[in-house]
């Protein structure tokens, strides 16, 4: 999924999501040259904020 599209599921800002991915918080792939987010990882991620 695109930064804007996980920054919506965790509830925070699409800079935050980049933020997370600088701080290897969230795993990225390349698709066809883009940078997207597994949905496991923003699941993941979800599952850290909460607890």
Same mark, same amino acid.
């Given at each position: 999924? #695109?930064?804007?599209?996980?920054?919506?599921?965790?509830? $925070?800002?699409?800079? @935050? $999501?980049?933020?997370?991915? #600088?701080?290897?918080?969230?795993? @990225?792939?390349? $698709?066809?040259?883009?940078?997207?987010?597994?949905?496991?990882? $923003?699941?993941?991620?979800?599952?850290?904020?909460?607890?």
């Amino acid at each position: 999924m #695109t930064y804007a599209e996980a920054a919506e599921l965790l509830r $925070v800002s699409p800079r @935050t $999501v980049r933020r997370m991915v #600088t701080q290897n918080r969230l795993r @990225t792939v390349d $698709v066809g040259g883009c940078k997207r987010i597994p949905r496991s990882e $923003v699941e993941r991620a979800g599952g850290d904020s909460a607890a």
